[in-house]
């Protein structure tokens, strides 16, 4: 993703303008600075920030191709008034597809109309690691079937003997504190590195802007409505203008007890204020395994939410949340492959893959986790680094078969007994999961003939078990577990 100032700019890619002004005082707090930008009759106002060292920079995402103009205004003279222009160019890259949206109460798609079918994983403090680290985590990446990476801006304090890291969003320490009224930039230089990088893998970055794991460690968690609006506003002006980027309100949002619902529904009307180019946005949940009283979800029918974003360990519930809601359902946690002591941490592979298969089937998307024991703690869902489990390659399995059906598959609750997805008359697919019938009996439209493929969803094979069957049908199943169909009309 590349910055420039003049020239040519492509259709959703980031244009900076930036110049020197003012150092002295705190410009963070003092000063004002917005661009207006238009093409024919399309006019976006997009805020500046102030970036440290006396420069002052403006992004902004063009998303219609043409000759942009655009002109400053600032409560500082020297910042207001500049004016200038570029070209916006067709889209150059495979990988620049646009930013993502919603595109309908199942489904997103990218802003060229292709679907975007969200496959997610988390590595929580990845940003915050080591260099070493840091690549190592982006070659994995590169290699998996990850499209979506759950991340926080704030650090995670996983251990109190832990070292914290080098920078903050905020200029401070641990043992000096922190000065709430500024930022650091060389710590959103880094943050801006990361995004650019999955955007370059085509990942779309899903940040996490406020989390509970603090513990008093450095008091992020504690910090003001003011300060929290504060913050939110500078992370919206410098970030917004990456087109793969998706706001997360928060991670477990329900254990900030500081925080009232009010709060939070004041917290979402800044982000959707703020962010001219509508990334999506949502709130994700606490749960205790097992415990319904433990949950506490987020009203997600609100209208700055789209699309809900779940932590459940029972995926079976996606249909109700689509009934509930009317929105697509990201369930970004129902549990890690792993063996660290946690009940949460230590599903075997298999049962990862089936929940992300189940919740698939039912019409939602579900994402992955990792949390194997690591000599050096280096656990994927907390730092990144390498993945170790075996549940990644039949998550890009399913990936590949949904990217080679028909776009926009729909759940079918008249098939029953079974999660299926498909499209009425021409495509099906269902997915038995842990059941293992020895027979299936069908009843297929008149006058089509159907091909019948066996998916082994743990073995990664597909299998065709009849080629063409029409009318009332017996298909007879090998009687084992995790086994889906594939059912498509012959031409």
Known sequence: MGLSGSGSVERWEL????????????????????GEFACGSRKVTVPGFYDGNGVYRIRFMPDREGTWSYETTSSCEALSGH??????????????????????????????GGAYLPFGTT???????????????????????????????????????????????????????????????EFFARLEKSIEELGRLGIE?????????????????????????????????????YRNVWWSLANEYDLMDRKSEGDWDRLFRIVQEEDPYGHPRSIHNWTRMYDPDSIRMYDHGKSWVTHCSVQHWDVTLVPHWHKQYRKPIVVDE??????????????????????????????????????????????????????YGESPARIAFLRKLLEEAPACLKPFASIPDVPAIGVEYSYYLLYFGIH???????????????????????????????PSLAGKCRVELPGRPYLALRVRANE
């Open 334 to 387: 129902c549990g890690y492959e792993g063996n660290i002591p946690q009940r949460w941490g230590n599903l075997p592979a298999e049962e990862m893959a089936h929940r992300v298969w189940d919740g698939t089937f039912r019409g939602g998307f579900v994402g992955h986790g990792e949390t194997y024991v690591h000599p050096a703690d280096e656990l994927w869902w907390a730092k990144g680094g390498r993945l």
């Open 436 to 466: 293992r019938p020895k027979y299936r009996e069908f009843e297929l439209p008149e006058g089509l003939t159907f091909r019948f493929e066996l998916i082994d969803t743990q073995a990664m094979t597909i299998e065709t078990i009849a």
């Open 123 to 185: 590595c929580y403090a990845w940003i915050h690691q080591e260099e070493e680290l840091r690549e190592a985590t982006l070659r994995t990446l590169a290699a998996s079937p990850f499209n979506k990476l759950r991340m926080c801006v704030f650090p995670k304090n996983y251990s109190f003997n832990a070292t914290d890291p080098e920078r903050f969003p905020f200029p401070g320490s641990r043992a000096d504190g922190f000065d709430f009224d500024r930022f650091d930039p």
């Open 205 to 241: 970055a899903d940040l996490i802007l406020f989390h509970p794991y603090d513990n008093g460690r450095w008091g992020f968690d504690e910090m003001t409505a003011e300060q929290d609006a504060f913050y939110l506003r500078y992370v919206l002006a410098r970030l917004s203008a």
């Open 15 to 34: 244009f900076e303008w930036s110049i020197e002004g003012p150092a002295g005082g705190n410009p963070f707090r003092e000063i004002r600075l917005h």
């Open 83 to 112: 004016k200038g222009r570029f070209e916006c160019i067709a889209p150059r890259s495979p990988a620049n597809r646009g930013p993502v949206r919603v595109r309908d109460e199942l489904h997103f798609e990218y802003a060229d």
